[in-house]
């Protein structure tokens, strides 16, 4: 009796340390499922934590593309006024007259102050050329120099002076004249000619006030 019970105890026993061992042998694959799950876990934070830090550097990029775009559309804008602006210069510049049109008569005018300086250079160059030395006959009562038939006119205007020549006897100081072309003047003083070698009278004149001057630097023609 006693050798049964005691075997039935051992097995009892025996049962139990079996059940204890399944347990724990579910225990150990429960703790390394655990264990898995966990490593799983953390690669998959690791994962979405890459994943964020992509999608930040995405949102940035597209941010800096996007103020990219944005400079191009603002480029694009600049680029198409000044294009606008440049087609109405050059359609303002084909409706203008040319430069040589506007100019054409400032030419004429220089070519004939040209001529004009050329002439009183020649008179000058001559009036001052050295004449050879020769015999002096003996002196006489110099004879009477004739009186020239002509005077000059120095007109003095807002934009410069003219030099006229004029016909007769230059008038005397304080004497209003009247010119060819309907300008009237009034003469100021009479003296020599500003010419080298020119023996007639200029009267230096000046412009009248309220009677509109001609844009002339320097004049010299022949005036009735």
């Given at each position: 009796m006693?050798?049964?019970?005691?075997?039935?105890?051992?097995?009892?026993?025996?049962?139990?340390?079996?059940?204890?061992q399944r347990l724990l042998e579910q225990f150990e694959r429960l703790q390394a499922r655990v264990a898995e799950i966990q490593s799983d876990l953390r690669t998959r934070e690791s994962a979405e934590?890459?994943?964020?830090?992509?999608?930040?550097?995405?949102?940035?990029?597209?941010?800096?593309?996007?103020?990219r775009v944005a400079a191009l559309h603002e480029l694009v804008g600049r680029l198409s006024a000044e294009a606008a602006a440049e087609r109405e210069r050059r359609k303002?510049?084909?409706?203008r007259p040319s430069l040589h049109e506007e100019l054409?008569?400032?030419w004429t005018h220089l070519a004939g102050?040209?001529?004009?300086?050329?002439?009183?250079?020649?008179?000058?160059?001559h009036a001052v050329r050295p004449r050879p030395l020769r015999e002096l006959p003996a002196p006489q009562a110099p004879a009477p120099a004739p009186e020239p038939q002509a005077h000059l006119l120095f007109l003095t205007t807002h934009e410069g002076y003219e030099l006229l020549e004029r016909d007769?006897?230059?008038?005397?100081?304080?004497?209003?004249?009247?010119?060819?072309?309907?300008?009237?003047?009034?003469?100021?003083?009479?003296?020599p000619s500003p010419l080298p070698g020119d023996r007639r009278r200029c009267a230096f004149a000046q412009l009248l006030p309220g009677?509109?001057?001609?844009?002339?630097?320097?004049?010299?023609?022949r005036s009735a």
């Open positions: 006693f050798f049964r019970r005691r075997r039935a105890e051992t097995r009892e026993r025996e049962s139990k340390v079996e059940a204890m934590a890459a994943l964020r830090s992509q999608l930040s550097r995405a949102q940035g990029e597209l941010a800096q593309a996007r103020e303002a510049a084909e409706e054409a008569p400032l102050q040209r001529e004009l300086l050329a002439g009183l250079a020649a008179r000058l160059e007769g006897a230059a008038p005397v100081a304080g004497t209003e004249i009247a010119l060819a072309d309907g300008r009237r003047a009034e003469v100021v003083k009479v003296g009677l509109e001057p001609r844009v002339t630097l320097l004049g010299h023609r």
